[in-house]
């Protein structure tokens, strides 16, 4: 997002409303779908992105206007959020909506905490993500929008065995793989990273490796990320035969790999 009247109106909101979006405990997750089926609305409907964050327009009327439009249709909460952002200043209309799904995805990450399952959820994405990573061709297919959701979940199900995630890991790749905006499935997964990684202080180091993790070698790994991080870090053990050997680290959306299977592509790629 740039400009900075929607950054500051961005965080801001944020802010403004992480407390009450925590209180909600599981509820949260109620409110994350009611504001990433706004989200929806508002990305199918660009003239009423414009009547919502024209500032020639007064801002009671942009309020009655989420009234008119979601009042019934959404929680009281929701609804209150969505009033805060359209009394906010924007560069671009499209920003508010960015804002809208920020707050919905942190409403996820609360639903996580109140199920303490929030380490669990950053280590799935990002196995799913370093699952991925390597497998342009799919990839590729996962961003077609023009096939089904059916046609992309059976592509994505063949690498990935999403009915073995926590469900709300499953819940936030269903938003970006249904709901794309504009972004290649990859990046949608690196801003997921990226946004619990910050939502957990960069906790989870997730490694992966063909054969479990020595002692020492996760003391170390745990060593050099808890210093590099100046905070105690979870270290996610991943065995994965086809890496051959070597280990392929990943923090958040940054990946270190060293791994058999990452050189001898780096070397058919080279011998084209």
């Known amino acids: 997002m740039h400009g900075e009247a929607s950054l500051a109106s961005a965080r801001l909101t944020r802010e403004a409303w992480a407390g009450r979006l925590q209180e909600q405990d599981e509820h949260a997750l109620d409110i994350a779908r009611q504001l990433l089926d706004v989200t929806a609305v508002l990305d199918d409907n660009t003239r009423l992105q414009r009547e919502l964050t024209d500032p020639g327009r007064a801002t009671d009327e942009r309020v009655a206007l989420v009234h008119t439009i979601f ?3 959404v929680d009281d909460l929701s609804e209150q959020i969505l009033c805060s952002l359209v009394r906010k200043r924007w560069s671009k209309t499209m920003h508010l909506v960015n804002s809208l799904e920020d707050i919905a995805v ?3 990450f609360y639903a996580a905490d109140a199920q303490g399952v929030t380490s669990q959820v950053s280590a799935e994405l990002s196995r799913v993500h370093s699952a991925l990573l390597n497998l342009p061709e799919v990839l590729s297919g996962l961003s077609d929008t023009r096939a089904s959701w059916d046609a992309r ?7 990935v065995r999403t009915d073995e995630l926590h469900p709300l890991t499953k819940f936030l790749i269903d938003h ?8 290649r499935f990859l990046s949608a997964l690196n801003w997921l990273t990226e ?4 939502h957990e202080g960069d906790r989870v180091v997730t490694v992966i490796t063909a054969v479990p993790l020595t002692e020492e070698q996760r003391s170390r790994i745990d060593s050099a990320y808890s210093k590099k991080l100046g905070t105690s870090v979870f270290i996610d053990s991943v065995v994965d035969p086809r890496v051959m050997g070597g280990m392929r680290i990943q923090h958040g959306a940054r990946v270190t790999d060293t791994t058999v299977a990452a050189q001898l592509k780096a070397l058919q790629r080279t011998l084209g």
Do not use: F, M, T, Y
């Open 71 to 73: 009042g019934g249709r």
């Open 106 to 108: 942190e409403a996820v």
């Open 153 to 159: 979940a059976r592509l994505l199900n063949a690498v």
């Open 176 to 183: 970006v793989a249904h709901q794309p905006r504009r972004r």
């Open 195 to 198: 946004r619990i990684s910050d």
